[in-house]
């Protein structure tokens, strides 16, 4: 186990208490421009290519601007997703953010889809949330031939900043539209190398352990690895994850989820 050494470098990370007030191209200027987040590079000569649509930033990317980590959290939801596909029958996607009203609407929470089938580089993100903290949007992307997802090979997330796990603090979200089952929250995490192990901690704003465990490899790098906790009324937790690669090296990732009442 790390987490000793996870502990050390938490001063190197600047993570204050929770109780406390790839190096690659840039993104194409267009896509600043537009507004868009540069952690996405559009795919190049591609229709459906990352960019403005209306609201929000959607479409296919060509790869990952500025990964901070090896170690990333791309999804953090409550139910199970159902496994509906998008089309006619599902013209639209809703999901809803379960964050403090005093939170949603104010313009420091993005919202964040993810394809987690490793070969649809998709991507959704808006910082455009209205005061309900209901977001919807249209599934023409999605249920397009070359990407044809279902509810299920989405990575939901709420973030604030950037969604880089350093400065972060994650909000879980629940799709609504289409209406999957009741169930526990499922965090899904990415690695960009491969790991054999990962093993996971969750802390109270007193350093307490709420839980804790250990999943077993081995993971292939963008091999998204769900972790499935029955987390409510856990409140401002901190996530702590260590994982090892075949030579034994660790990877860290320090990280603030809020958990639903």
């Known amino acids: 186990m790390h987490f000793g050494q996870l502990a050390a470098v938490v001063g190197l990370l600047g993570l204050a208490p929770l109780g406390s007030s790839m190096n690659a191209d840039a993104a194409p200027a267009k896509a600043r421009a537009a507004g868009c ?3 996405f590079k559009p795919a ?4 459906l290519s990352f960019r403005r649509r209306g609201s929000r930033c959607e479409g296919l990317y060509a790869k990952l601007v500025g990964v901070p980590s090896t170690l990333r959290i791309i999804g953090f939801h409550v139910g199970r997703l159902a496994d509906t596909k998008f089309g006619v029958l599902v013209p639209k996607v809703a999901v809803r953010i379960l964050a403090p009203p005093q939170i949603i609407g104010v313009g420091v929470l993005r919202l964040r889809a993810l394809a987690t089938d490793p070969t649809v580089f998709y991507a959704m993100d808006t910082s455009e949330i209205p005061n309900s ?3 919807e949007w249209s599934s023409e992307v999605l249920s397009a031939k070359r990407v044809d997802l279902a509810a299920n090979q989405l990575a939901l997330v709420a973030c604030t900043t950037d969604c880089d796990g350093r400065t972060s603090t994650f909000y ?3 799709m609504t539209q289409p209406g999957g089952r009741s169930g526990p929250a499922t965090i899904i995490i990415a690695s960009a190398k491969r790991i054999l192990r990962l093993d996971w901690k969750l802390r109270d704003e007193k350093g307490r352990i709420l839980a804790s465990g250990s999943l077993r490899g081995p993971f292939s790098p963008g091999i998204p690895i769900p972790l499935t906790v029955d987390g ?3 409140g401002n937790a901190r996530l702590e994850l260590v994982g090892t690669a075949p030579d034994g090296s660790p ?3 320090l990280a603030r989820l809020m958990w639903p009442s």
């Open 133 to 135: 903290g209901t977001y």
């Open 37 to 39: 987040t540069a952690a």
């Open 251 to 253: 990877s860290f990732l």
């Open 232 to 234: 409510k009324g856990f």
């Open 44 to 47: 190049d000569g591609e229709p």
């Open 172 to 174: 879980p979200v629940t």
